[in-house]
């Protein structure tokens, strides 16, 4: 086993660990990134599925997500628009495929009046929310013990508009089924986008994608810090002496025990208890920590010799809250003669597809993105499924969240430091929650933090 000194160890090389360990190096310290995988980007994954180059994790970015944007300027990568042009495609609940433009889907007109009476509602009650400290409204605690099911239950009868608007949050953000979260944890997760509005508008929140893929953010981050990003290093073992805390803290890892100041956690809170901490870890975390999972999603993508949907004046965009796949995108790369569609499986329905054949499951899935794009769909030359809850070191998509109650109780102590050890992940973040953005802006706090307590 190797032994580094070093000011500040980092366990876990996503975006967040490796923009800590790039402002901690920018204010002159030495840090030492510790990444369990033997790939950087955690959930940012770039991958070459049989000559297609598909984004398995996140890729998005929106217009209010500045943090990234000046990332992305300051690693010199380049955007481009997610193709938009022409009809959206919704699926009624009996089967009927209906193209609409805008945001409203095509629904009779009281659910259409019930659906932005709905919007309207959750704007104002987000725009009385911090996303920050959801914690501190003063109806925090009622709006954390009511499930966004039955939430919208108490606002409207009309099940379509409940379905319409759940889907937004739930298979389309948090990736658990309206009555596993809290209305809190919903208002959150608009709130850390700016609005409701803006969750419910694929042109924000889907607007650009990264020349390339965006896991190049982490790549080019732990380019620069060269020989500090160690790989395939699972970090096992947490030591510090509480009754010296200015003595630092030794992070074991399968082939390294670095001595350092302080200790960054960059990782998912599920994954937290995969370490061993001696001490352990206060009652407080270990509480907390068993109050926070992962959603869960698949990310599909088909890829096709053209893109077919838009010689039928199809934008590729496509949702149905009665489908297995509940949204679709134009998913075609940058400068790319094939078109490639990403479709989505959440929560409960990828439960249901993961329990039947690969096969039946592929079937399934291409029948359902063939109701809204036609037969075409159903004959990729390319296709792939993402598998997020199998990989060890994420264990669900996109990200994690508190339970019912979970955030009112807990949320303000998920970030508070234990002796030496900080916490950054974008499954804390506010502004950004649970995206890049929130990302690179807690793996910035925690930099700070962590110069400050250096006396920087
Ligand atoms: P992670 O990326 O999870 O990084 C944590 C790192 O810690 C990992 O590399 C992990 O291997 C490592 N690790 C874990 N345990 C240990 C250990 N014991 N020792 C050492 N290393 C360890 N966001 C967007 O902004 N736009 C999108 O379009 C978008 N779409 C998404 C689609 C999918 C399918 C997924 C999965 C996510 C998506 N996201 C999206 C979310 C976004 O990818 C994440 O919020 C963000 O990448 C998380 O970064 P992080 O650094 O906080 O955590």
Redesign the pocket.
């Known amino acids: 086993m190797e032994r580094i000194d070093t000011d500040v160890v980092i366990?876990?090389?996503?975006?967040?660990?490796?923009?800590a360990a790039t402002e901690l190096v920018k204010a002159g310290r030495d840090v030492v990134v510790?990444?369990?995988?033997d790939?950087?980007?955690?959930?940012?994954w770039t991958g070459d599925v049989d000559g297609a180059m598909l984004?398995?994790?996140?890729?998005?970015?929106?217009p209010d997500?500045d943090a990234?944007i000046e990332t992305l300027d300051e690693l010199g990568l380049e955007t481009y628009e997610r193709y938009r042009e022409g009809r959206n495609v919704y699926i009624a609940e009996d089967g009927e495929r209906r193209l609409f433009e805008g945001e409203i889907f095509p629904v009779p007109a009281r659910t259409e009046g019930e659906i932005v009476g709905l919007i309207e509602k959750l704007d104002q009650l987000v725009a009385e929310i911090d996303p920050e400290q959801p914690w501190a409204h003063p109806r925090a605690k009622e709006l954390d013990e009511i499930s966004f099911a039955e939430w919208l239950g108490t606002q409207t009868d009309d099940e379509e508009a409940k379905l319409n608007i759940g889907m937004f949050i739930a298979g389309a953000m948090l990736t658990k089924p309206t009555h596993a979260f809290s209305a809190l944890q919903a208002l959150l997760m608009a709130a850390s986008a700016g609005s409701f509005s803006n969750l419910v508008d694929a042109d924000f929140i889907?607007d650009k994608r990264v020349v390339g893929g965006?896991q190049q953010v982490?790549l080019r981050l732990a380019e620069r810090l060269g020989d500090a990003v160690k790989l395939g290093?699972?970090?096992?073992t947490i030591r510090w002496n509480p009754e010296s805390p200015d003595a630092g803290v030794t992070v074991v890892?399968d082939g390294f025990e670095v001595h350092a100041k302080q200790v960054v956690l960059?990782?998912?809170p599920i994954?937290y208890d995969?370490?061993s901490y001696e001490p352990p870890l206060p009652r407080l975390q270990h509480q907390m920590h068993q109050h926070v999972s992962m959603g869960f999603?698949i990310?599909v993508h088909a890829v096709y010799e053209t893109p077919f949907w838009r010689e039928q004046g199809l934008s590729g965009t496509a949702f149905s809250p009665y489908e297995l796949s509940h949204e679709a995108y134009d998913n075609t790369n940058h400068g790319d003669t094939r078109g490639t569609l990403v479709g989505f499986v959440s929560d409960e329905a990828a439960d249901e597809v993961f329990r039947l054949s690969a096969e039946e499951r592929k079937q399934r899935i291409l029948e359902s993105l063939s109701h809204y794009y036609g037969e075409q769909a159903k004959h990729p030359v390319v296709y792939y499924e993402?598998d997020?809850g199998s990989?060890e070191?994420?264990r669900?998509?996109?990200?994690a969240s508190f339970d019912m109650g979970g955030l009112a109780r807990y949320g303000a102590d998920l970030r508070t430091p234990v002796g030496p050890i900080r916490f950054?992940?974008?499954?804390m973040a506010g502004k950004?929650y649970?995206?890049?953005?929130?990302?690179i802006r807690?793996?910035r706090l925690v930099a700070a933090q962590a110069l400050e307590a250096l006396g920087a």
């Not at 366990?11 to 923009?19: D, F, I, M, P, Q």
């Not at 984004?55 to 929106?62: L, N, R, T, Y």
């Open positions: 366990v876990g090389a996503g975006a967040s660990g490796l923009t510790l990444e369990a995988r790939r950087v980007g955690g959930r940012l984004e398995i994790g996140g890729q998005w970015v929106s997500q990234l889907l965006l982490p290093q699972p970090v096992r890892s960059a990782l998912a994954l995969r370490i999603v990310k993402s997020w990989e070191w994420t669900g998509a996109y990200a950054a992940c974008s499954d950004g649970q995206h890049v953005d929130g990302a807690m793996g």
